[in-house]
């Protein structure tokens, strides 16, 4: 397995002293350019902060727009344009982002204002014109129960090593709960986290863990150059704010089959698909080896998205996987068609399907039975799950 971690030795040295030069203090996002004007910027937010706003939304042609509890509300009448943005936006861009910018490219970065705190930034373009997504960021990081799961997920804190994966579309919380397991480890464990993301949203203080979080573009230049470095620091859990590429997965793999602990997020509407997608991101040719490899690795995996609540509130309906023999056996063949039998299989082991956590918000009164049913991959096994309940 030795050659997984090949790389240049010299630049690898000289990145893990680096990082290990930030071990006493968190990374922390770039402060607005107080040379320049960000007063329209910081109104919009400030107002994002008073309605308990997730998100800012800046398209020409529309007034500014909040996202409040999954709806939109626009602030004010006046259209902007794509200079009206640019001009706003511009104090806001981390220098490492800049060159990007502008050249035309859409960059992620996440910045802090005075007294309204932390923010994540994506600029991009549309009909030739700058636009850009701002999701205000928590000043703490949610405890896990808070985030109202129908089942424990807690478990997967609580796993000494492997791959575990929290999977789902765009906007379904994986990043919180992310930050809530790892939260979980660090004030309960004794452990040397290390965390690669871009940006960092959440920050994690030092409690009876040791956290290390490498910023992409800041701290190292790519996720596979940072996961390379952290095979070097004695981790004992490796974060990993999304696997993107065949090499950062490559890496996960190798470092999950090794003994860490890794935890990672993917974009997948199943469990099925996110298994799939790993394998997927590679040539044909090496896909029936890197399932193999998955096989071995794959710890658990557990699929969110969100759903609004009656009081307009957001809760997560869930899947989880806990791998066992089954499972493995049928990541090797490819049979990922199997995995839903396998969740109900090893329920004594964690594991849930869709279908139970549907059932239990509707139990709790969270959402109706008639969206439930809607919502749901496998009805008939709904629809058996609330008959046994009433």
């Not at 200079?83 to 806001?92: K, L, Y």
């Amino acid at each position: 397995m030795a050659e997984r971690f090949l790389g240049p030795p010299d630049d690898l040295d000289s990145l893990v002293s680096t990082l290990n030069d930030g071990l006493d203090s968190p990374a922390a996002p770039a402060r607005v350019d107080s040379g320049r004007d960000t007063e329209q910027l910081t109104a919009w937010l400030t107002r994002v902060r008073e309605v308990d706003g997730s998100d800012l939304l800046l398209v020409a042609g529309s007034p500014p727009a909040v996202r409040v509890s999954g709806r939109l509300l626009r602030l004010g009448d006046d259209i902007l344009d794509g200079d009206d943005i640019a001009a706003a936006i511009d104090g806001a861009i981390p220098a490492h982002c800049r060159r990007d910018f502008e050249d035309g490219r859409a960059i992620d970065a996440a910045f802090r204002l005075p007294r309204l705190g932390r923010f994540r930034m994506n600029v991009h373009r549309e009909r030739a014109r700058v636009a850009a997504a701002i999701r205000a960021l928590p000043a703490t990081i949610p405890d896990l129960s808070s985030l109202r799961f129908s089942h424990d997920v807690a478990l997967l804190s609580k796993l000494p090593r492997g791959l575990v994966l929290v999977s789902g579309p765009t906007g379904s919380g994986k990043t919180t709960t992310l930050a809530s397991l790892v939260a979980l480890i660090n004030h309960r464990d004794e452990r040397h986290i290390i965390t690669v993301e871009d940006p960092i949203e959440y920050e994690h203080p030092h409690a009876r863990s040791i956290v290390e979080q490498v910023e992409i573009g800041v701290d190292a230049p790519d996720f596979p150059t940072a996961l390379r470095a952290a095979m070097r620091q004695a981790p004992d859990v490796i974060v990993i704010g999304e696997m993107r590429d065949p090499e950062t997965m490559r890496i996960a793999l190798a470092a999950a089959e090794t003994g860490h602990l890794v935890l990672a997020t993917v974009h997948a509407t199943d469990v099925a698909a996110a298994v799939s997608r790993i394998a997927d991101a590679f040539p044909t040719e090496r896909q029936n080896a890197v399932r193999q490899e998955l096989a071995m690795a794959l710890a658990a995996v557990l699929t969110q998205t969100l759903i609004p609540a009656p009081d307009g509130t957001l809760f997560p309906a869930a899947e989880l996987l806990v791998a066992g023999y089954g499972a493995r056996q049928h990541i090797r063949k490819n049979a990922l068609q199997h995995l839903n039998q396998e969740i109900t299989i090893t329920r004594k082991q964690g594991s849930f399907t869709f279908e139970e956590s549907l059932a239990r918000a509707v139990q709790r009164g969270l959402l109706s039975r008639e969206e439930a049913r809607m919502r749901a991959a496998h009805p008939d096994e709904l629809e058996s799950l609330l008959a046994v309940n009433e």
